[in-house]
């Protein structure tokens, strides 16, 4: 079994903090740009100090006291703080990055982000190849890393049949998980609550997640319950890894359904027990109480779900269907008190209110709304359903990460979760500088280097000599999150400088016209000429 822990690479680290500060021999840095006089908070989770960065040709050249030489561009970072680029490890921009009006990527741009981590639970793109090279040659203004989504490559083979793989459906899923990885992928993802990734089974799982791990990917898991099943969910996650051999991944670590608040505290035991054992594993986290996803995944059982939401709601239609589902959907409705609608093409005058307001207002049961809106297939909704001291816990963490689960959006008259505006500030900027929860050392750690490594992404993440210059320059005093969820299309504020590559997306706050990002290729670590399957 593979053994890596994170706080290895971390101490090695903060080793090179000194020898990277001036080049050998004390010679003047040659350089395009110097980001002068800041505090340097450089992903590794050590103390801020005071210092500069130096840039040429899109890579870091120096970090902390140095002699330039000529007259680079400065930019004074006095007060500021100086961090690598946050990589949002959880992101579902897959189709966003593509469109026009969404694929600069301002809301992420604005929160600090220089990449994006696309195929989350399941879904996505299974042609990594196709996906990367449409996002070439600046079309994108901000990174993109994807996922092999195991839902999608399951549709893609057996459509959305609820039933195991035969030996020859396996063979194809594996053949097409190999080409991927080849292709470029970080490793793959799986929505366990989502049709048809939830059809597939532990064993299924494991075969496919090894070939992953034979190109030196990650297995990264919307599990199969985050609630009344939380820890066998979890137990999951780990069986997959050590039988599988590779890194695996928690996605949005939450205990949801106020029955089990406290019990992510046994959850993360079971993590850690995990890693004294040897398997590297880790999880990421959003720092809000609520979470969003569809109306139908939130009140209809996943094994009442075959042919995914459009298929239901048409089944819905039939009033006998809907009869012999009402139970099930009262349970869930009690479980899950504060569902606000998001989005609702049927039901547009709904959107921005709770299910049970809405009935309220038209002297109705909740349940008789519920069935009305599990019959629109593209409703979505928010559902208040953790508690604040998990997430305070849970960001505590060393081997938890922060992710948006988000997606780069512009205002469409929608009410969606404001998590997409304001993730990286908030769990920064509130919880860190503001309350002191943890420190904003630790804060950016889990938004860079902590990310970095999960992924295996050896060129990004931290300030260091020799990395991509994907760098943030922020005023923490500032730095806010300004949306909310009666107003969750509100940009953040306080960073001040975004480089991609040593290329400003924003400069002075301002976001910057030119589109910088570029698809992000992980190296497969298997040889061309070997086979994974």
């Given at each position: 079994?593979?053994?890596?822990?994170?706080?290895?690479?971390?101490?090695?680290?903060?080793?090179c903090?000194?020898?990277?500060?001036?080049?050998?021999?004390?010679?003047?840095?040659?350089?395009?740009?110097?980001?002068?006089?800041?505090?340097?908070?450089?992903?590794?989770?050590?103390?801020g100090?005071?210092?500069?960065?130096?840039?040429?040709?899109?890579?870091?050249?120096?970090?902390?006291?140095?002699?330039?030489?000529g007259?680079?561009?400065?930019?004074?970072?006095?007060?500021?703080?100086?961090?690598?680029?946050?990589?949002?490890?959880?992101?579902?921009?897959?189709?966003?990055?593509?469109?026009?009006?969404?694929?600069?990527?301002?809301?992420?741009?604005?929160?600090?982000?220089?990449?994006?981590?696309?195929?989350?639970?399941?879904?996505?793109?299974?042609?990594?190849?196709?996906?990367y090279?449409?996002?070439?040659?600046?079309?994108?203004?901000?990174?993109?890393?994807?996922?092999?989504?195991?839902?999608?490559?399951?549709?893609?083979?057996?459509?959305?049949?609820?039933?195991?793989?035969?030996?020859?459906?396996?063979?194809?899923?594996?053949?097409?998980?190999?080409?991927?990885?080849?292709?470029?992928?970080?490793?793959?993802?799986?929505?366990?609550?989502?049709?048809?990734?939830s059809?597939a089974?532990?064993?299924?799982l494991?075969?496919?997640?090894?070939?992953?791990?034979?190109?030196?990917?990650?297995?990264?898991?919307?599990?199969?319950?985050?609630?009344?099943?939380?820890?066998?969910?979890?137990?999951?996650?780990?069986?997959?890894?050590?039988?599988?051999?590779?890194?695996?991944?928690?996605?949005?670590?939450?205990?949801?359904?106020?029955?089990?608040?406290?019990?992510?505290?046994?959850?993360?035991?079971?993590?850690?027990?995990?890693?004294?054992e040897?398997?590297?594993?880790?999880?990421?986290?959003?720092?809000?109480?609520?979470?969003?996803?569809?109306?139908?995944?939130?009140?209809?059982?996943?094994?009442?779900?075959?042919?995914?939401?459009?298929?239901?709601?048409?089944?819905?239609?039939?009033?006998?269907?809907?009869?012999?589902?009402r139970?099930?959907?009262?349970?869930?409705?009690?479980?899950?008190?504060?569902?606000?609608?998001?989005?609702s093409?049927?039901?547009?005058?709904?959107?921005?209110?709770?299910?049970?307001?809405?009935?309220?207002?038209?002297?109705?049961?909740?349940?008789?709304?519920?069935?009305?809106?599990?019959?629109?297939?593209?409703?979505?909704?928010?559902?208040?359903?953790?508690?604040?001291?998990?997430?305070?816990?849970?960001?505590?963490?060393?081997?938890?990460?922060?992710?948006?689960?988000?997606?780069?959006?512009?205002d469409?008259?929608?009410?969606?979760?404001?998590?997409?505006?304001?993730?990286?500030?908030?769990?920064?900027?509130?919880?860190?500088?503001?309350?002191?929860?943890?420190?904003?050392?630790?804060?950016?750690?889990?938004?860079?280097?902590?990310?970095?490594?999960?992924?295996?992404?050896?060129?990004?993440?931290?300030l260091?000599?020799?990395?991509?210059?994907?760098?943030?320059?922020?005023?923490?005093d500032?730095?806010?999150?300004?949306?909310?969820?009666?107003?969750?299309f509100?940009?953040?504020?306080?960073?001040?400088?975004?480089?991609?590559?040593?290329?400003?997306?924003?400069?002075?706050?301002?976001?910057?016209?030119?589109?910088?990002?570029?698809?992000?290729?992980?190296?497969?670590?298997?040889?061309?000429?070997?086979?994974?399957?």
């Amino acid at each position: 079994m593979r053994r890596h822990y994170l706080s290895f690479v971390q101490l090695a680290l903060v080793a090179c903090v000194a020898a990277s500060a001036m080049p050998a021999g004390g010679e003047p840095v040659e350089a395009d740009l110097v980001l002068a006089g800041g505090t340097i908070v450089d992903g590794t989770g050590q103390k801020g100090y005071q210092g500069s960065v130096a840039v040429r040709d899109g890579r870091i050249v120096a970090v902390g006291e140095f002699e330039t030489a000529g007259t680079p561009k400065t930019i004074d970072c006095s007060g500021k703080i100086i961090c690598p680029g946050f990589i949002d490890l959880h992101n579902h921009s897959d189709g966003a990055v593509l469109k026009e009006a969404t694929r600069r990527g301002d809301c992420y741009l604005t929160q600090g982000c220089t990449t994006l981590v696309t195929g989350n639970c399941g879904s996505g793109p299974v042609d990594a190849g196709e996906y990367y090279d449409k996002l070439e040659g600046g079309k994108v203004g901000i990174n993109v890393a994807h996922l092999l989504p195991q839902g999608d490559l399951r549709e893609k083979v057996i459509g959305n049949a609820r039933r195991p793989a035969t030996r020859e459906e396996l063979v194809e899923m594996l053949r097409l998980a190999d080409q991927a990885m080849r292709d470029g992928v970080w490793g793959m993802s799986t929505g366990l609550i989502y049709v048809p990734s939830s059809y597939a089974d532990t064993d299924e799982l494991v075969v496919i997640a090894h070939v992953v791990g034979l190109h030196g990917g990650i297995y990264a898991s919307h599990m199969r319950d985050e609630s009344d099943h939380l820890l066998d969910s979890v137990q999951e996650v780990i069986e997959i890894g050590k039988r599988a051999d590779l890194p695996v991944h928690i996605s949005h670590f939450k205990a949801s359904k106020r029955k089990n608040w406290g019990s992510l505290k046994l959850a993360a035991q079971l993590v850690e027990q995990a890693q004294r054992e040897g398997l590297t594993i880790t999880a990421d986290q959003y720092p809000y109480i609520a979470s969003s996803t569809s109306i139908m995944a939130m009140l209809i059982p996943d094994n009442e779900r075959e042919g995914g939401n459009s298929e239901t709601a048409k089944r819905l239609e039939d009033a006998q269907e809907a009869e012999r589902l009402r139970p099930a959907v009262a349970k869930a409705l009690d479980e899950r008190d504060r569902i606000l609608i998001s989005s609702s093409k049927k039901h547009p005058d709904w959107v921005g209110k709770f299910i049970r307001q809405v009935a309220s207002e038209q002297q109705r049961e909740p349940i008789e709304v519920a069935m009305e809106i599990v019959q629109d297939a593209s409703a979505a909704g928010v559902n208040f359903a953790m508690t604040e001291s998990d997430v305070r816990y849970a960001m505590q963490l060393p081997w938890v990460a922060t992710a948006s689960d988000g997606s780069s959006k512009v205002d469409n008259g929608t009410r969606p979760h404001p998590r997409s505006f304001g993730t990286f500030p908030r769990k920064i900027g509130r919880y860190a500088h503001r309350e002191g929860e943890i420190s904003v050392e630790h804060a950016i750690r889990s938004s860079s280097g902590l990310p970095a490594d999960i992924l295996g992404m050896k060129d990004r993440g931290y300030l260091r000599e020799g990395l991509v210059a994907d760098i943030v320059v922020l005023d923490v005093d500032t730095l806010v999150d300004n949306a909310t969820f009666e107003k969750p299309f509100e940009v953040s504020s306080g960073v001040e400088w975004v480089l991609l590559a040593g290329k400003a997306a924003i400069a002075e706050g301002e976001i910057q016209d030119q589109l910088y990002g570029q698809p992000l290729r992980h190296e497969s670590t298997l040889p061309q000429t070997a086979s994974a399957r």
